[in-house]
C-alpha cells in the first residue's frame, strides 16, 4: 500500500492566469517539468552543482540565480501555480500575449538557457525520487511562519524534514533559509540545534543579518522590509 499523501497548507492557485502566461503553462511547462520517477540530472547533462529551491514564490530569485550560474543546474518547487507561471514569463521574457504566441515555444527554447527543472507539487513527494548527496545547495526563502502556536507542526523546518533535506545534501553542501518572521527565526534556530546533521556558519552577526554575496532580492523580501520587517540570511553546513 502506498503511504498517504501529506496534508499540504496553502493555496495552490490565486488570481486568474491572463494569456501569455496560461500558454507558457500549456507549452513550456512540460518542456521543464520534473516528475516523480524521472532523472533530474540527465534531463539537464553535466553541471557544475547541483542545487534546490524549496517554494520559489513569484520565481524572481530562482530566475535570476539560474541566469547568472548557467553552469548550475536548478530544481525548483513550488505549488501556487500563479508563482510557477510567473518563474516562467521570467525564465523565457514573455510577458504579454501577442499575434504570434504560437511560435514562441520553439524560439524561446533556442536562446533561453536550459538549466531549471519544475516541481509543481509539495516537496515532501519528491524526497523518493533523488538520491543521497545530489545536491550541493538547497534554497528554502521565506517559508510560510505558521506564527500561531497551534499551527507550528506545520512549519516546513523540523526533524523530518530536516533529516531529508541532510540527506540531499553533499557533504559540506549549504542549507540557506531566509525569513522576516521573529517566530520563525527563533524556531529555525532551535531545531538546526538539535539537528546533529547541520552547523551553523555565522562567525559574526553580519554574516546572517546581511544578504551572501550571490544574493538576488524577492519581492516578498521587499515587501518585507517596506513593512518594517528584518530579514536574516541563515546558512547551515551540512556536517
Not at 523540523?158 to 517566530?183: F, M, V, Y
Not at 544578504?211 to 521587499?222: I, R, S
Amino acid at each position: 500500500m502506498l503511504p498517504d499523501k501529506p496534508k499540504f497548507y496553502g493555496r495552490r492557485k490565486g488570481r486568474t492566469i491572463h494569456k501569455a502566461k496560461s500558454f507558457l503553462l500549456d507549452t513550456f511547462l512540460p518542456e521543464i517539468l520534473f516528475k516523480t520517477g524521472d532523472d533530474f540530472f540527465s534531463s539537464l547533462g553535466e553541471k557544475k552543482k547541483y542545487c534546490l529551491e524549496i517554494g520559489f514564490g513569484d520565481g524572481a530569485h530562482l530566475a535570476a540565480i539560474s541566469k547568472a550560474q548557467p553552469e548550475n543546474g536548478f530544481l525548483g518547487v513550488e505549488v501556487y501555480k500563479n508563482g510557477v507561471a510567473n518563474l516562467l514569463s521570467l525564465i523565457t521574457g514573455i510577458n504579454e500575449a501577442r499575434e504570434d504566441m504560437s511560435t514562441q515555444k520553439i524560439e524561446l527554447l533556442a536562446d533561453r538557457v536550459d538549466n531549471v527543472r519544475v516541481f509543481d507539487d509539495d516537496v515532501r513527494l519528491l524526497f523518493s525520487s533523488l538520491p543521497d548527496g545530489c545536491f550541493d545547495k538547497i534554497y528554502l526563502l521565506f517559508p510560510d511562519p505558521w506564527p500561531k502556536k497551534k499551527h507550528s507542526a506545520r512549519r516546513f523546518v523540523n526533524p523530518e524534514n530536516l533529516r531529508e533535506l541532510a540527506r540531499l545534501l553533499k557533504k559540506g553542501g549549504i542549507l540557506q533559509i531566509a525569513t522576516d518572521h521573529h517566530t520563525y527565526k527563533c524556531w529555525t534556530l532551535e531545531q538546526i540545534r538539535d539537528c546533529p546533521y547541520f552547523k551553523w556558519t555565522a562567525k559574526t552577526s553580519d554574516d546572517w543579518r546581511l544578504p551572501p554575496a550571490d544574493w538576488f532580492e524577492t519581492k516578498y523580501q521587499q515587501k518585507a522590509v517596506r513593512e518594517g520587517r528584518k530579514p536574516v540570511f541563515f546558512e547551515f553546513i551540512r556536517v
